[in-house]
């Protein structure tokens, strides 16, 4: 699996939590159909996991990451995953068994995220395990035709536009193939760029195009995180990465809204000057576990103990983080609340089209 995003979905997805754009941002395609889907009850998913993590956080093994397989069916060039030694895998059974003993464990684990290697050369071990979890997720290169499997979120690693995701790649007709792919309006897909110095000038262009030519629910973004034994080469550095977000705060406020499916508050941890208090403090690390393909627990996280966590591009940490800041609770509750009561109010002066009509008018 490339350096990547790796969308952890503690008691919710990344970009559920998302609706901190301006009200005034309209869609910018609006012949798409709304990327968020039916708003959910207020109270059972989103009150109370704010409680929670207000005055809990999050328990010690309340997420996981697996990888499910030691199989892929490319070799990319920021790819950790064979940097590190694998030693076979278990199977569907077994995995099955290594779930329910961890729930055992830790009575909140209620997220996973499936990863490898291509997770999605394993189908039948994911759908016999899919089923111990509340939320699952499942990060894929894009590359196998997805299942039809509506209960999860998929996570579309895309690295630039057409060149440099097929350089990055290193192989030609991925990128058409992914879209192609990928574009399941049936299906809740994401996407993520890890920013790199070989992508770091299509990050526009890319927005653009996978807003306006498929169904993709949200597009999120982190950046290269350097691994011993692999080159420093696409690192982009501080400088540059706090450019590129102070961008994508630009883009999200005037441009694209929620599609840029991260809070502004987690762009902003991602920066230099944030960045150390949430990797010395990082919650993944204290708080889940990243599984070898035999069940094992890696060092550190899902990027393995060869990872610069001083240099960490991940979003995971950035985000966990969010979910538990105080102030953001607050400030995201008292947001989606006053969304809602909007809702409801546009919802109630708007006359049915049966009225508009006259369909319901008094006959003399």
Known sequence: MSNETHGVSPMGGIGEENRDSPPNVEPKHPALPVRGGPIKPLFKYHLIPQIFFFTVGFPKGSFISVDVTDQCNLRCQHCYFFEQEQEGTLDADGWEKKVI???????????????????????????????HFLHNLIVTNGTIPLPDWPDVFFHLSVDGNEEAHETMRRQKGLYQQMKKNCSREDLHVTAAMCVTSINVDTIEEVLEDWSSTTHLKGFMFDFYTPIEGLSDDLWIGWERRDAVLDRLIQLKREKYGDFIAMPERVLELMKSKN?????????????????????GVKEKCMLG???????CGCVVPYYLHYRVEKPTIVKTTVNEIRQR???????SVTPSPQLESGNDAPHV
């Open 101 to 131: 003993d961890l729930k055992k464990q830790s009575k909140f684990l209620h997220s996973c995220t499936w990863v490898g290697g291509e997770p999605l050369l394993r189908k039948g071990v994911i759908e016999q395990c899919k089923k």
């Open 275 to 295: 960045s150390k208090k949430v990797t010395d403090n990082c919650i993944f690390e204290k708080k889940g576990y990243s599984l070898t393909t035999t069940g």
């Open 305 to 311: 103990p060869k990872a610069d966590c001083d240099r």
């Open 341 to 347: 009561l909007r809702q409801r109010f546009r919802a």
